[in-house]
């Protein structure tokens, strides 16, 4: 009778257990979803409004370890977006909504990934609809132009703009870089074999040193290099600030690179000294008034500018190389056209004048960023309540209208890879192929430096440094991957997992 009761309360057990537990998942999963649709709901009762189509995901972290998943786990970093695309296609005519809900980075958050919907969030930040946001903005830096708004940002960018991305600046540039570049393609192949990465990474991060802070290669640039591979790394996390996370060592290593930049700035403030650099620049810009930036916007623009010059760009030109590797066709025109240019040339070096010549090494820089992607989403955040819908856009706070509301206070991510891996705007889009740009992209679906008033204010930069290093290696080098099926790694930037290593030689006619 005992081993009767034991047995029935055993199965009761089982059965409360099967049962009970997945409601309870079940319940949790959706809580977070529910909770915002209810807030949202609740506080815009008088108005025909919803949600864009999607899920909050879990509590707290929302969707962001799914996300997780796709890029450092499965290795597919359009998972994620695919798998929404799939689940909400309107079908017929509306197609891909191109908006849906989800929560990361520890926000509620709207992603839009379509040209309409993108092109809309970028160009409204002129207008004050949308503001930036980033997941961390602390370690990007509070008063950096890529925090900043209103009339600061755009004198901000305007210095920029100027020292960086004009004519006589990239001319400049032009030949501050060439001579470092030379001697570091010829050190490769003295080394035989090299991790395209790392190497690259070098060189580039030395010759924005160089330009921005008029420093030179020594024990504390390589301490600067550690200390900025750990913010970048930082800028992608999850922001919880416990000891061993990403986020963690990001901040110290923020730390180190402000007391650092701050030094030197009280050094130059102290000794009235100024150099032609950015730094130097930026200490001496003044607004109408003619007030100077302080100590602290002084550093948190050049950290920003010193990552944005060295680490997307280094990143393109790896790359650019491992794809050229792949693509021997591609490589012989890059050689006969640069080839051409070079024997026109004295002393080996290429100037701006150049440049608009090479066009068959355009398409490679403009193929090689598309399929790179070191920018793959952008942040923002609603102002105020956004109505959203395809082509037909309306905002009001008291009228009905269809569509889908982007609420107040939501973050908003512009997930620009998509536009550049979709196979309704390029064929075979993850192919490396440099004359798909022989005919230019469908209007809206090419973004890679983002859009509206907020573009990426070096972009000429990137493209100069990117045509230069392209031209040396297509005339001077050759180079094989040793490991051309490696994995590849997409945190916090796309990567093989072995850095592209590759051997590195002269050319026989060099």
């Known amino acids: 009778m005992h081993a009767q ?3 029935v309360d055993w199965a009761w057990w089982i059965g409360l257990l099967l049962g009970a537990v997945p409601l309870l998942a079940l319940a949790v999963w959706h809580s977070n979803d529910v909770c915002h649709c209810a807030f949202f709901a609740l506080k815009r009762w008088r108005r025909r409004v919803r949600l864009p189509p999607g899920h909050m995901g879990l509590p707290f972290v929302g969707e962001s370890l799914w996300l997780l998943w796709y890029y450092k786990l499965a290795r597919r970093p359009d998972g994620f977006v695919h798998a929404r695309r799939r689940r909400y296609y309107a079908g017929g005519h509306a197609g891909d909504v191109g908006v849906y809900r989800t929560h990361l980075f520890g926000s509620p958050t709207v992603l839009v990934c379509s040209p309409a919907a993108n092109k809309f969030v970028l160009k409204s930040s002129q207008d004050g609809t949308f503001g930036i946001r980033w997941p961390a903005p602390e370690l990007v830096g509070l008063s950096c132009v890529v925090n900043v708004e ?3 940002h755009a004198r901000l960018r305007g210095f920029i703009l100027a020292a960086i991305n ?41 010759n924005i040193c160089k330009m921005f802070v008029s420093r030179d290669p020594s024990p504390l640039t390589d301490k600067m290099d550690g200390w900025f591979a750990g913010l970048v790394a930082g800028f992608r996390a999850f922001p919880l600030d416990f000891p061993g996370t990403a986020y963690r060592h990001a901040r110290a290593c923020r730390k180190k690179l402000d007391t650092m930049f701050r030094e030197e700035v009280q050094r130059r403030r102290r000794e009235d000294t100024a150099s032609n650099d950015l730094m130097s620049g930026l200490m001496e810009m003044e607004d109408e008034q003619g007030k100077k930036l302080c100590d602290d916007e002084v550093v948190d623009n050049i950290v920003s500018l010193v990552v944005a010059g060295y680490e997307s760009t280094s990143n393109a030109i790896m790359w650019a190389a491992y794809h050229l590797a792949k693509s021997p066709h591609a490589l012989r025109k890059l050689r006969e056209e640069n080839g051409a240019v ?5 002393g080996g070096f290429i100037s701006l004048d150049d440049i ?16 790179a992607n070191v920018a793959p989403m952008v942040h923002r955040v609603a102002h105020r309540d956004v109505e959203y819908r395809g082509n037909y856009i309306k905002q009001s706070l008291f009228t009905c209208v269809l569509g889908y509301t982007i609420p107040k206070g939501w973050r908003v991510v512009v997930w620009l890879r998509s536009l550049h891996t979709d196979a309704n705007y390029y064929d075979d889009p993850l192919s490396f192929n440099p004359d798909r740009w022989d005919k230019p992209p469908k209007p809206g679906t090419y973004q890679v430096f983002g859009g509206g008033p907020r573009i990426c204010a070096g972009n000429m930069l990137a493209r100069l440094q990117l045509t230069i290093m392209l031209h040396h290696l297509a005339v001077g080098y050759k180079w ?17 997992v072995d850095g592209a290593a590759m051997s590195f030689s002269k050319l026989s006619s060099v």
């Open 480 to 496: 094989e991957l040793l490991n051309p099926n490696a994995e590849v790694t997409y945190l916090p930037h796309s990567k093989p």
């Open 5 to 7: 009761v034991t047995a």
């Open 356 to 371: 608009p010549s090479m066009k068959y090494t355009a398409k490679v820089v403009e193929e090689t960023i598309r399929v």
């Open 150 to 152: 209103g009339s600061q």
């Open 342 to 346: 070079s024997r026109d040339k004295t």
């Open 166 to 206: 004009r004519p006589a600046s990239l001319r400049a540039i032009a030949e501050v870089v060439q001579p470092r570049l030379v001697a570091a393609l010829r050190s490769w192949a003295d080394k035989g074999t090299i991790s395209a990465a790392t190497e690259i990474k070098k060189v580039t991060f030395e």
